[in-house]
């Protein structure tokens, strides 16, 4: 059966709640056992434009992939689970053609391997949604779904840069100190359960 012809599931975010605090890329890199932390070896990217507009790419598993397309090297096929991307390491050159053909920023060259890496959905729970502090992300099936989402969020825009000129305006911090309190225990929470999970992969890795 064609991958085409199969749901499509990958990781959507709605930038009116992301806040770039970057968890989602700390919980895929340690899930993908990475030795020592880096944002750039996550499949998924954290991007802040702006104090009140921050967004996450990962692979949408797309119909016709363009990526798969562009790949010289035949090093990425579409698995029949979900469209999901597989990268033969042993054929990926690195040459950076799938990441200038993805529209979506999903795909990058990871720089200490120098090969394609991309989002797996950790096999069936992705990590970043369990880890996301402000429920940002979640699972959605078409490119319709993700891209309402940067549209709604777009539509919010000028009414929370106007909010936030105001608070500015007023000199009102306490209600923005008591939200980054809250915040920060929510991510710190969550940083907490990662490196948990982290150190118990690892002490039963050691018992094998």
């Known amino acids: ?31 993908k056992g990475e030795g020592n932390w880096n944002p750039i ?19 949408r598993g797309c119909v016709d992939a363009r990526c798969v397309k562009a790949c010289p090297e035949r090093a990425i096929v579409q698995s029949e689970n979900n469209s999901l991307l597989i990268i033969d390491e042993q054929k990926c050159k690195g040459c950076d053609w799938c990441v200038q053909a993805c529209p979506h920023g999903g795909i990058t060259i990871q720089a200490e391997t120098g090969k394609a890496v991309a989002c797996n959905l950790c096999e069936g729970e992705p990590q970043c949604i369990q880890a996301c502090p402000e429920d940002a992300l979640q699972i959605v099936e078409s490119d319709e779904e993700a891209d309402k989402r940067f549209s709604e969020a777009l539509d919010k825009l000028p009414e929370q840069t106007q909010h936030l000129e105001s608070i500015v305006k007023k000199k009102d911090w306490k209600p923005l100190i008591a939200s980054a309190e809250d915040r920060s225990a929510r991510i710190a929470e969550k940083l907490e359960a990662i490196n948990k999970r982290s150190l118990a992969r690892k002490l039963k890795e050691q018992e094998k």
């Open 41 to 59: 070896r996550a499949r998924i990217r954290v991007v802040r434009m702006a104090p009140v507009f921050n967004f996450a790419l990962t692979c």
């Open 1 to 31: 059966m064609s991958a085409k012809t199969l749901p499509r599931k990958f990781v959507s975010v709605d930038p009116s709640k992301c806040i770039g605090c970057g968890v989602c890329e700390y919980a895929c890199a340690t899930d």
